[in-house]
């Protein structure tokens, strides 16, 4: 193919690609109509032949564009080949801080105390210095544990949203798993743990236990005070740009701990960002960029330092800052032929080590330097419009060194959401040598951020706790420097037990005696890692180099005293959590499953990506005549009474009490009424919830909500002060407020004989598409139930019920994906449940008894029996339909709709309790029986029906233009085709 040099230029303008210059002409710039010819630059890489008479060729088999000039078909990478990808730039940025905080103004005040600074600090650190709160973390986290944190958390974010596009590079067209699908990691800190290995190389060991030995993967560690974390941004954006990249994700993690001692405890901040880099990214990297590195002794840590911290001079540093803001402004500046840079922008990101007041003396000083007379008020206005935006993280997190331009992007990106696109952000970075960067960003798209309001709610608050100022938390975390053979304990010895431990987040569990440090993710609260889906390499290097993995630290905290309460403690736990408790019980009032009273005012909608955000305004508690006063009474309702009968909690005081004994499963359930209304619920934030945890409610909820568990046989991610034998007695105490709390404590009595004399049980089968079936008590020998069943064309897959209880659900010990045999192990009950059942391999017409034995003596012993006693003609079975979909937990609810036959086809009618409804059937009760649509999320009728087969939640149907209450009647129609509709109720 050849053509013009001015033809191919047009061709590609009109084609959009940012492709490379030919060999032998000077930067030719792709002038956009209407636009100015220094808008774009097309940079020349060698990569074309330029012809005599103005002719040019291009080597590969893949056309650009055809005759017409139509833009032909996505870029393969290729080595050594054109791989200038088109809006290389930020897919995401994944954001971690640790729980703990303080507000500034509680932090003025406890330094306005004459043994701190005096009252001369009030207003400094909020009006002056414009922070709002501070995180920090204790001796259980550092840089390390947090870049494993946001990287797990990006990868897991990566499979849920479905945003994995590496398909489109790939030579089959077939996606890359997504622990497979990065190829360049590179971790920018200040605070690195070893002067030798890399943190990149722990981060490592998550792609080779979960991405089947994943290990090719670029990229190490860029070690520079705040510059370090934008160094490895832009490896990561030149990597994608090169022609070595072989068409996977680049990854940016920057994470650092702003540590102050409690001296100067005010200037603390803590964060960890992963950026995520990608061709036709929603925020690509615009135009040119600028940078100045010198050698300066403004702020260095030598080898030996005598601590964490680092020698500096602070207004020198400002002033190192200050000139490198000069320098990289003019430079980019000249490279854009003169245009003035804030005129040509709409945002403005700059770095800061310290406060918010940092970033305003910079963009002032760039303000400046375009024009010396700008008026006040117009300077005001630029503030207000060009860079608050990109403050909104900081102020509540504090400064991050490294992170610190990350989290302004994200700022901005979160708080403009839509209203950004097609608008241009600049970034200015900087760091201790001097080290500095500026360039630009376009916003093409909207990425993949949820907006500041829900992510507040979603995630910074979510886990968060409240710290007064006065605490030393995190002096003990400065006080591990340079420390071998340690075990984190701040985080205990002042008061908060290893339940506080979020899930999803990494924790350092010890530093041994030669110094390398072992983490787990979710810490003392999980127990060992899952190795069934790990790499078999990475299990067995655990074994060689002796790694200590979570089974190591036993079943409890090592050091006893870490659960024992400090004096006072309830008070500063209601302070600590009353913001978080009150947040997660917002959340959990309105989340999807629950029916709602009345309207919630929408006050923001969106979409970006598929995605639906919406922001709800939570309104005031409804007033009625069961609201909390001199008369209000409390119910429990548990599983001794198989959660249908309410008792009466007796009042002391300003508690409510009520004494329950353990039945012979070692554990209870429960939730509580107020007033004996059934639509007045609370219950906590968890299924199966220990205690002190937050509550939700009153509230209609689910019709069968989550529950606390009383367990005597605590799980050995717990503290052990409730175990206790059958029988034991147990406390329970409701304390009713604002921030309401729910505990219980053993009593000290000799455990009571429990008989299981009145219990019934149940058996539930595939040949009766599970309806139960009771069980027969053998009077000659205790503890056993027995029941005849007969093999149908359905076969014999069952599962066992106690009392009629779901909560009480004998299933065998198995993998979920697996059947239990006649030598299974029973699963404790209750334990597991969900797609967990024994099958017996019989013929159709084979009749068997099948006996559940529980042990009078120790009824945790359970064993299952059966077998074959005779054979008689099987009976014919007609095929039943069962709907699963959102209104009842998709099955997991024990509540399955069944449509019922009116002749001509099957329907049933369910409630709408919130949008969007969607749902599937399952044909005979048989998870891997199911009917749904030929696309995913179908709102149309249309579509033809799929199955009977597994499948996945995906591909369902949802019905457009729903409300909650709406009542709808689903049909499905057999002949002369499947065909499901669906009908709204005047």
């Known amino acids: 193919m050849s053509m013009t040099a001015s033809k191919a230029a047009e061709l590609m303008r009109r084609a959009g690609a940012d492709l490379p210059a030919p060999k032998g002409v000077q930067s030719t ?90 009252p001369s600090v009030i207003g400094k650190y909020t009006k002056g210095i414009g922070m709002i709160e501070a995180r920090y973390p204790t001796d259980d986290e550092d840089p390390v544990s947090f870049s ?7 990868i897991e974010r990566m499979e849920k949203e479905n945003f994995n596009e590496t398909y489109r590079y790939m030579p089959d067209g077939n996606r890359l798993p997504c622990w497979n699908s990065v190829g360049r990691l590179d971790i920018g800190s200040e605070s690195l743990i070893d002067r030798s290995k890399s943190m990149k190389a722990y ?9 089947s030995g994943e290990g090719n993967i670029e990229g190490v560690d ?33 994470t650092d701990i702003s540590d102050a001692p409690f001296e100067v405890i005010f200037s603390v901040g803590a964060a960890c960002t992963a950026a995520l880099y ?33 020698v500096v001079d602070g207004k020198y540093s400002i002033d190192a800052y200050m000139n490198c803001v000069d320098a990289c402004y003019q430079t980019l500046k000249h490279k854009m032929n003169g245009r003035p840079l804030l005129t040509i922008t709409d945002y403005n990101v700059f770095h800061t080590g310290g406060g918010y007041h940092v970033v305003k003396k910079a963009f002032e000083r760039c303000i400046r330097a375009e024009d010396p007379k700008t008026k006040a008020d117009v300077r005001e206005k630029y503030v207000q419009e060009k860079l608050l935006p990109s403050v909104n993280l900081l102020k509540i997190i504090g400064p991050c060194h490294t992170v610190s331009s990350f989290l302004n992007i994200s700022s901005v990106v979160m708080t403009q959401w839509d209203e950004a696109l097609g608008k241009i952000l600049l970034v200015f970075t900087y760091g201790s040598g001097c080290a500095s960067s500026m360039y630009q960003l376009r916003f093409d798209d909207i990425a993949w951020f949820d907006p500041l309001a829900v992510w507040k709610v979603k995630q910074f608050y979510r886990n968060a706790i409240n710290v007064q100022p006065d605490l030393r938390m995190h002096q003990v975390y ?49 127990g060992p890692m899952n190795r069934k889906v790990m790499n078999a390499t990475a299990l067995n290097y655990d074994k060689v180099e002796n790694r200590h993995t979570r089974e190591h630290f036993g079943q409890l905290p090592p050091n006893g005293e870490a659960w024992e309460k400090q004096e006072n403690k309830e008070e500063k736990a209601a302070r600590s959590l009353e913001d978080t408790w009150r947040e997660i019980e917002q959340e959990m009032t309105f989340e999807p499953d629950v029916q709602v009273d009345g309207q919630p005012a929408v006050v923001a909608e969106k979409v970006a990506h598929g995605r639906k955000v919406v922001v709800r305004e939570i309104g005031a508690a409804d007033d009625d005549d069961d609201e909390e006063g001199a008369e209000t009474s409390y119910q429990i309702v548990g599983t001794w009474t198989a959660l249908k009968e309410a008792e009466d909690m007796k009042k002391s005081e300003d508690k409510f009490i009520y004494e329950v004994s353990l039945g012979v499963n070692g554990w209870e359930q429960f939730y509580l009424l107020r007033n004996n209304n059934w639509s007045k619920k609370i219950y906590p934030a968890v299924h199966k919830s220990w205690k002190d945890m937050p509550c939700v409610g009153p509230h209609k909820g689910r019709e069968r909500p989550m529950c606390w568990q009383l367990s005597g046989r605590p799980s050995w991610d717990l503290p052990g002060d409730d175990e206790a034998p059958v029988g034991s007695r147990f406390c329970i105490t409701f304390t009713p407020g604002k921030v309401k709390r729910l505990t219980w404590e053993k009593l000290e009595e000799e455990p009571a004989k429990v008989s299981d004399d009145a219990s019934t049980y149940q058996i539930l089968g595939s040949w ?47 993998e979920e994906s697996q059947f239990g045999s006649l030598y299974s192990a029973v699963a404790p009950i209750g334990q597991q449940s969900a797609g967990r059942l024994w099958q017996i391999d019989a013929q159709e017409g084979e009749i068997y008894r099948i006996e559940l034995h529980r042990d009078v003596d120790d009824p945790s012993d359970l064993r299952i029996k059966w077998e074959k006693i005779r054979q008689e003609p099987s009976k014919a079975v007609e095929d039943r339909y069962f709907l699963v979909g959102s209104f009842n937990r998709w099955g997991y609810s024990f509540e399955p709709y069944e449509l019922r036959s009116n002749g001509d086809a099957f ?43 597994m499948q996945i939640r995906e591909w369902c149907w949802s019905p457009s233009g729903l409300s909650a209450g709406d009542s709808l009647t689903i049909s499905l129609q057999l002949q002369p085709e499947k065909k499901v509709s669906w009908r709204k109720a005047e």
């Open 29 to 118: 710039a792709i002038v956009p109509a209407g636009g100015d010819e220094d808008e774009e630059w097309a940079e020349g890489d060698g990569e074309w032949d330029y012809e005599e008479g103005g002719e040019i060729s291009y080597d590969d088999e893949v056309e650009l564009v055809d005759e017409s000039g139509n833009y032909l078909q996505q870029i393969r990478p290729q080595m050594g080949g054109r791989n200038r990808m088109r809006n290389v730039g930020l897919h995401t940025i994944e954001i971690y801080y640790p729980q703990f905080y303080f507000k500034q103004t509680e932090m003025e005040e406890f330094d306005a105390r004459p043994d701190r600074y005096g």
């Open 478 to 526: 400065i006080d591990t420097w340079m420390k071998f053979d340690y075990r984190p304990h701040g985080r205990i010895s002042f008061g908060f037990g290893y339940d506080t431990y979020e899930l999803d987040v990494y924790y350092l569990l010890e530093i041994d005696p030669w110094g390398r440090r072992f983490y787990h993710r979710g810490g003392m609260r999980t």
């Open 768 to 814: 009766s598409c599970f309806d139960p079936q009771e069980m027969l008590a053998d009077s000659g020998r205790p503890g056993v139930y027995t029941a005849e069943v007969q093999c149908n064309r359905l076969g014999l897959k069952f599962h066992f019920l106690r009392n009629l209880d779901v909560c009480q659900n004998l299933a065998p010990l198995v």
């Open 907 to 949: 329907e049933a009618e369910v409630t709408v309790a919130s949008v969007p409804l969607k749902f599937q059937i399952i044909e005979n009760m048989l998870e891997d029986q199911r009917l749904y649509p030929d696309d995913k999320d179908c709102s149309s009728e249309e579509h033809r029906v799929c199955g009977p087969e």
């Open 278 to 310: 990608y061709p036709d990214a929603p925020l690509p990297h615009h135009s040119h960029r600028a940078s100045c590195i010198l050698h300066r002794f403004d702020f260095f840590k030598p080898v030996g330092w005598f601590h964490m911290g680092p």
């Open 148 to 154: 494993m944190t946001v990287t797990h958390r990006l």
């Open 222 to 254: 860029m070690y520079n005070a705040c510059y370090g974390g934008q160094a490895a941004g832009l490896c990561a954006q030149n990597w994608v740009e090169s022609d070595r990249w072989d068409g996977r994700y680049a990854i940016a993690i920057a």
């Open 203 to 211: 981060v490592m060991d998550l792609f080779e236990r979960y991405g």
